[in-house]
């Protein structure tokens, strides 16, 4: 079935230090790929999105990139701050679906 | 900025007994969802309802779950007989259009089961 995979599952960083985290889909015919944000406490906040149609995205500090031939996205966050400390999701949607597939979450940790 | 909301924002419940979750999606949205969590693990797809009926759900939404938009702004996950492993955080969601758009998420209700 629809499966999402992401990587690592925790990262601590110096703040300034730039964070990547990776994630890799099954289904080929998946066409969209959000991030969110999840602070303790609270919902999923969508941060940044790509689309099949498009290799990278760029949004001031955050960008994502998008490899369809490998099906696999990442996540670029640079000069980071403690701010931006949080569990981020990846999540892909299937070909002919609504629903979301996430990925399994990374924990960021940035020091200050 | 309009959000979703959820209440209740924790409920704890016997194992057996059914729960309603409640969720009021953002006002001019057309498709609702149900996501769930259960701690440390990854956030799941449970149930997408549309125009009055459900347009996909999971394994796991399984007979013990039902959906309704009862009126213009509410929308329930009820789970009729809890089970232990039915502990978890609720999600719901909606987005304007469906498919490649984003879907707005409520702050969640945690549900425990004992």
């Known amino acids: 079935g629809e499966n999402v995979e992401q990587h690592p599952s925790t990262l601590s960083v110096q703040e300034g230090d730039s964070a990547v985290i990776k994630c890799t889909y099954s289904?080929?015919?998946?066409?969209?790929f959000p991030w969110y944000k999840q602070e303790l406490g609270k919902g999923p906040q969508l941060i940044i999105d790509?689309?099949?149609?498009?290799g990278e995205k760029k949004d001031q500090r955050i960008a994502v990139t998008l490899n369809k031939t490998a099906k696999h996205f990442s996540l670029h966050i640079t000069e980071t701050q403690p701010e931006d400390s949080a569990v981020y999701f990846c999540?892909?949607?299937?070909?002919?679906?609504?629903?979301?597939?996430f990925g399994t979450g990374t924990r960021l940790q940035v020091f200050p | 900025e309009p959000e979703v909301t959820q209440t209740p924002s924790h409920q704890v419940t016997q194992m057996g007994q059914e729960v309603i979750l409640r969720c009021v999606p953002i006002?001019?949205?057309?498709?609702f969802y149900w996501y769930r969590q259960i701690l440390g693990q990854k956030v799941e797809f449970l149930v997408s309802?549309?125009?009055?009926?459900?347009?996909?759900k999971s394994e796991i939404f399984d007979d013990q779950f039902s959906v309704e938009r009862p009126d213009g702004s509410n929308f329930t996950l009820k789970i009729r007989s809890t089970k232990l492993e039915d502990s978890a955080m609720y999600f719901c969601?909606?987005?304007?259009?469906?498919?490649?758009?984003?879907?707005?998420f409520g702050p969640g209700t945690r549900l425990t089961v004992l």
């Open positions: 790509i689309r099949s149609n498009v």
């Open positions: 006002s001019n949205h057309l498709y």
């Open positions: 309802f549309y125009n009055n009926e459900i347009s996909e």
């Open positions: 999540a892909a949607a299937p070909y002919n679906t609504d629903k979301l597939i």
């Open positions: 289904d080929s015919a998946s066409n969209y």
């Open positions: 969601a909606s987005d304007v259009a469906g498919g490649r758009n984003e879907q707005f």
